[in-house]
């Protein structure tokens, strides 16, 4: 058929792609993104957009930015966006709007983050998932549901799988509730980040390289504060490291059960934390990251974990088989080659500035009140030459935090 | 061209359009402002026109520069900007400048064709040179020779009662009529180079709302706001018809602008592209057009703690020695920005030369990598002094 032909027939017929569309969507998919994209754009408060079932290819990020609005789907098993042939994005979903619901959806395969919130107020994340069907790769987005800057955040009865960052990540955020969801094959599962006033409870966190962190990260203008983790299942979090070298999150062994590193009061009690290789739980500061440097962090930046309570954790197994020769070789060389960590793992680094007789102020302690569980001070700052199993130095209590109200939910 | 000579060329064209010449075609009729609504075609707006082999621009449709342009694989640009009659804009010197109500802006992307290239709806130019873009018979400022570029999209951004908004314009392989494009468009293009080499692209189109990306500056307001009309990009010549001048200066004749004090000393960012000009002030103009709108204190990545505007200090803030928030794999495996010295060690050049979504910077605009854009840069981080101990 000569080109002048194929061109009228063109002109005449709507949906000719022009220069020729890239490959990848078929004119079904197109037609369905075209139109979920036209009901984001004009999409008015108190706007429900429906996802029907089904497995819906799409090739551009969904992007909204009206307040007021509700996704909503069949089911997370049911009503999916694949982003797989994904040509500009990079998120799957980018919201920056408040009294934002999304619920009973799954987004697979961005090549960025699945689903970014970004500077929202009243969110809310219901059996939302998120996955990379491919399995855990450097590859995969960074983040799996990922409210930033926002308050007022709800996530639950959702789950990530393959997040080569964290699964479900809540960062620069304050008040927030993270329950009820499952986080697998993914490097942190849940993560906490510079947030203030985080509750993350009755979580799995299963087959990560690390299950729950609660972390403060440098240059940030919102410090962090005030996590409780409680009532959730870390185990078997051994899976190898994935994540790109140079994010903190490289710097997790496998086989962390639940990290605390350098955030100031953290209550983490009535877990059940079991069988993570490296320790149950460690708690670090900034320093044991490699990234410490005078120049590239903001001198105001606290680098260490104050104020830490432990207790009531049902603590099992694990510390056995540490992630990385150099804490290999020191588990064999103080427990034996059957032997293993204590459950909770300290990088040992004090603030020296307020330390009285060797002991940091009472609010600023890390108290374990967890029956037997004992903490091996790696001795960090001497470079690990004298690492030593304590549990004199943890023996304090804190008072308890109070817990995160959500006035939306 | 000053509004006296344009309205004699005009009155001499509308007496020999009566005598059916070829050529000269009669005015169109004003710009129009549409206070609200997406009208379907650009043409609605007659801000740009057809004639005589030409896209256009209307009576009081003034065309613009910057410094250093946003790089948009390799795209040539035809920016515009219109205001209401007997309105002014007030001049602001480091941020956006306060623009009435109807002012329309509009940037039209388009490309050169190659060299001896037959009509081909993918072969597109990359080439820096400008000099065959331009046709016009002088009677009003220069458009674009259409036998020479091929049109891609016009965006307008317009300003109505409630703010600014953004409507995407995309036009047909015919070359005749732009339509709105609401939810954006993709294209098949290959650049080709000056040696027949060629990289074949999608071309992205962004969507209404991805226009939000770039140009809510603030992330608190989310409002939309123009990028490129601040006194430092602006702040050089143009070849208007009448002649070579600055623009604030033209601008401010013409009271489009009021309230430029003292224009020696408006700021000015550097011409990337100019090895003449100083090195680091050059990169900092790349990264400000490039990154700025999004890596500043306010805007939509104020998340991961880098200013690259002009304003950010020259320190962990514009990313020296700077451990990365929220790269993901764009770190590359790299532990820094900005490692001075070793641009092949820091992050920063990585997700510039990438052009792989979840890893590229820009996360959106272009498809392509920028290969100048990304010397310079690396360029400058070599000669940053100083280490990351």
């Not at chain 1, 009472?362 to 029956?371: L, Q, S, T, V, Y």
């Not at chain 2, 057009?289 to 500043?296: A, D, M, R, S, Y």
Request: neutral net charge.
């Amino acid at each position: 058929m000569g080109k002048v032909a194929i061109a009228i027939l063109c002109a005449l017929a709507a949906g000719c792609g022009g220069a020729g569309a890239p490959q990848g969507l078929s004119a079904d998919d197109q037609a369905f993104q075209q139109r979920l994209q036209e009901q984001f754009l004009d999409a008015k408060p108190g706007a429900v957009i429906e996802i029907p079932a089904g497995r819906h290819a799409l090739d551009r990020v969904l992007t909204l930015r009206a307040n007021g609005v509700t996704i909503r789907g069949s089911g997370s098993d049911q009503s999916i966006l694949s982003f797989k042939n994904e040509i500009s994005g990079p998120e799957g979903m980018l919201v920056y709007a408040s009294d934002f619901t999304i619920e009973h959806v799954a987004i697979e395969d961005s090549k960025g983050d699945g689903l970014k919130i970004n500077d929202g107020e009243n969110i809310t994340v219901r059996d939302v998932r998120v996955e990379w069907t491919g399995g855990p790769k450097t590859t995969n987005g960074a983040y799996g549901i990922y409210p930033v800057k926002s308050k007022n955040v709800l996530i639950e009865d959702s789950a990530s799988f393959g997040a080569s960052d964290a699964g479900i990540y809540v960062g620069q955020s304050q008040n927030v509730i993270v329950r009820r969801n499952r986080a697998e094959k993914n490097v942190a599962g849940i993560e906490i980040e510079n947030t203030i006033g985080a509750d993350v409870y009755e979580n799995t966190a299963t087959g990560n390289t690390g299950g729950i962190l609660v972390f403060n990260m440098p240059n940030l203008a919102q410090p962090g504060q005030s996590t409780r983790v409680f009532n959730n299942k870390s185990i078997n979090n051994n899976l190898a490291n994935f994540a790109a070298k140079g994010g903190a999150v490289a710097s997790v062994p496998a086989g962390s059960g639940v990290v605390v590193n350098s955030n100031p009061k953290v209550e983490i009690f009535d877990n059940e934390i079991a069988g993570n290789q490296t320790a149950n739980l460690i708690i670090s500061s900034y320093f044991s990251t490699n990234y410490y440097n005078t120049k590239g962090v903001d001198p105001k930046y606290d680098p260490y974990p104050r104020g830490i309570f432990v207790y009531g954790n049902r603590f099992k197994g694990g510390g056995d088989s540490p992630d990385g020769l150099e804490l290999k070789t020191l588990k064999v060389a103080m427990f034996g080659i059957d032997g293993h960590f204590p459950d909770v793992l300290w990088d040992g680094y004090l603030d020296p500035k307020n330390l009285v007789n060797g002991l940091p102020p009472a609010a600023e302690r890390i108290c374990i009140r967890n029956g037997d569980a004992e903490v091996l001070n790696a001795d960090g700052p001497n470079k690990y030459k004298n690492p030593k199993v304590d549990k004199a130095f943890f023996q304090c209590e804190l008072p308890k935090l109070a817990a995160v109200e959500l006035p939306h939910s | 061209m000053g509004s006296n000579q344009t309205a004699k060329a005009r009155n001499l064209c509308a007496a020999l359009g009566a005598l059916a010449l070829a050529g000269c075609a009669p005015a169109p009729q004003p710009v129009r402002f549409f206070a609200e609504g997406r009208p379907a075609k650009l043409s609605d707006w007659r801000v740009l026109y057809l004639e005589g082999g030409n896209l256009a621009l209307n009576d009081g449709v003034v065309p613009y520069d910057l410094n250093t342009p946003l790089f948009s694989d390799y795209a040539h640009k035809l920016r515009t900007i219109w205001l209401p009659r007997g309105t002014s804009a007030k001049y602001s010197a480091d941020g956006g400048f306060e623009f009435p109500v109807g002012t329309i802006i509009t940037k039209t992307f388009y490309y050169p064709r190659p060299k001896d290239a037959a009509r081909d709806q993918k072969a597109v130019a990359r080439t820096y040179d400008q000099s065959a873009d331009f046709g016009g018979d002088g009677s009003r400022e220069r458009g674009l020779k259409l036998a020479n570029v091929h049109l891609v999209e016009t965006r307008i951004l317009v300003r109505r009662a409630g703010g600014w908004e953004a409507l995407p314009y995309v036009w047909n392989p015919a070359q005749t009529q732009a339509v709105l494009a609401r939810t954006g468009d993709a294209k098949a293009l290959e650049l080709v180079s000056d040696d027949g080499s060629r990289e074949a692209f999608t071309y992205v189109v962004p969507n209404e709302n991805q226009c939000a990306g770039c140009h809510v500056v603030d992330l608190k307001t989310k409002q939309i706001a123009p990028i490129g009309t601040k006194a430092r990009h602006l702040n050089r010549a143009y070849e208007y018809a009448a002649g070579s001048e600055n623009q604030l200066a033209h601008w401010t004749r013409l009271t489009i602008l009021t309230g430029i004090s003292d224009l020696s000393s408006a700021p000015k960012n550097a011409d990337g592209r100019d090895a003449a000009q100083p090195l680091d002030a050059r990169a900092r103009a790349y990264l400000d057009i490039n990154c700025g709108h999004c890596h500043n204190e306010h805007g939509p990545a104020n998340t991961a703690a880098l200013d690259l505007t002009v304003f950010g200090a020259a320190d962990r803030h514009l990313g020296v020695c700077k451990p990365p928030v929220a790269a993901g794999r764009g770190t590359g495996d790299h532990f820094f920005d900005i490692v001075p010295g070793k641009p092949r060690d820091s992050i920063l050049p990585y997700r510039l030369r990438s052009n792989e979504p979840g890893v590229m910077m820009p996360e959106q605009g272009r498809s392509t990598t920028h290969r100048e854009g990304v010397e310079l840069i690396e360029q400058w981080i070599s000669s940053l002094r100083g280490t990351c101990e």
